[in-house]
């Protein structure tokens, strides 16, 4: 039973489409994340979201638009995707006292 | 902001020898925690230990245990009896505080290969 789920696992798309990430965590979890793993492995935080409620958005650009209808599901669409949009984006979810728990990622490539 | 520097982008030893990763961290935070998480080739995240600041005693996990330096900043990650199955990226992180919305700063990764 999978804690934090994402799908697709992969996806590979033209520039200039545009496509959606869904995550979903069934641990009862108030905050949902999506990270960014870039070529380099380097991996960093974009959005978070606590019971619904945007709390982190880290410059990325307003092509990407993550949405929470509940607190169990964080999605992530992309618009207009561009050639440096490829990477892994990872889905995540904590609670207070707890550790991040993280989805197997996305490997977004486009082409 | 927090940054956290992992300088050794590759490593490798021996099956069954002792490894350490290392770590440093700069903050200006007194309560804070730190991770170390695996990424092996199947690209999951899977954390491997963590630590709360506010304790002195070195988290251990099984194989693995970190020596945590506070006044260095510094958190290390020591792998005993390595196992093929250690082969992974390992990445340091840093949370700032445990209110549960608090995002994870990473390091840029060491890639650990074990040799057998």
């Known amino acids: 039973d999978t804690a934090v789920s994402q799908t697709p696992k992969y996806l590979v798309t033209q520039m200039g489409n545009d496509k959606s990430i869904k995550c979903e965590q069934n641990l009862g979890h108030d905050t949902m994340y999506w990270y960014k793993q870039d070529s380099k492995k380097f991996l960093k935080i974009m959005f978070s979201?606590?019971?619904?409620?945007?709390?982190i958005n880290e410059t990325v650009p307003n092509r990407f638009s993550p949405k929470s209808p509940d607190k169990a599901h964080l999605n992530l669409h992309i618009n207009s995707l561009e050639l440096g949009d490829s990477a892994v984006y990872f889905c995540a979810s904590s609670q207070v006292g707890a550790t991040s728990d993280f989805g197997s990622g996305t490997r977004l490539t486009v082409v | 902001a927090q940054t956290v520097t992992q300088s050794q982008p590759e490593m490798s030893v021996q099956e069954a020898e002792t490894v350490t990763l290392s770590c440093t961290y700069d903050t200006s935070e007194n309560n804070y925690y730190l991770f170390w998480y695996k990424q092996p080739p199947s690209r999951q995240m899977i954390l491997v230990i963590r630590q709360e600041a506010y304790k002195q005693q070195n988290a251990t996990e099984n194989r693995f245990s970190v020596n945590f330096q506070k006044a260095a900043k510094s958190f290390s990650l020591k792998i005993s009896d390595s196992q093929l199955g250690d082969t992974a990226m390992y990445f340091c992180?840093?949370?700032?505080?445990?209110?549960?919305?608090?995002?994870?700063?990473f390091g840029t990764g060491t890639r650990l290969t074990i040799i057998p």
């Open positions: 979201y606590n019971n619904k409620e945007l709390i």
């Open positions: 992180a840093f949370m700032r505080s445990n209110f549960g919305n608090e995002k994870l700063t």
